[in-house]
């Protein structure tokens, strides 16, 4: 079955740094863009960053851009977050997820299976 299993989250002071992993399984990993989303209590799932299948095509919501980069191994079936100049506002739970084929990319409709979720708490 398909199992994305985020790590790396954590407590962090506002300008410092963290960086996500989702190891990927049950499924070709390869073959799938990838996205992260965050949700505060309360509020709607929001697109942060998006993969293409081959890591050659990268896309980011304006609130993390130039902050944040997307990336993945391919031969380890892992994508990662690296975040840094992190922000009091950037307080979340993140979530690791699989892009459907043949969908968007930023709507959280165009996914299709979803990681635990870890949290990120930024201190100021």
């Known amino acids: 079955q398909v199992q994305l299993v985020e790590s790396g989250g954590g407590l962090v002071q506002a300008g410092g740094s963290l960086r996500l992993s989702c190891a990927a399984s049950?499924?070709?990993?390869?073959?799938?863009?990838m996205g992260w989303f965050r949700q505060a209590p309360g509020k709607e799932r929001e697109f942060v960053s998006t993969?293409?299948?081959?890591?050659?095509?990268?896309y980011y919501a304006d609130s993390v851009k130039g902050r944040f980069t997307i990336s993945r191994d391919n031969a380890k079936n892992t994508q990662y977050l690296q975040m840094n100049s992190l922000k009091p506002e950037d307080t979340d739970v993140y979530y690791c997820?699989?892009?459907?084929?043949?969908?968007?990319?930023?709507?959280?409709?165009?996914?299709?299976?979803w990681g635990q979720g870890i949290q990120v708490t930024v201190t100021s």
């Open positions: 997820a699989r892009r459907k084929v043949y969908s968007g990319s930023y709507s959280y409709n165009d996914y299709d299976y």
């Open positions: 993969i293409s299948w081959s890591g050659g095509n990268a």
């Open positions: 049950g499924f070709s990993f390869s073959s799938y863009a």
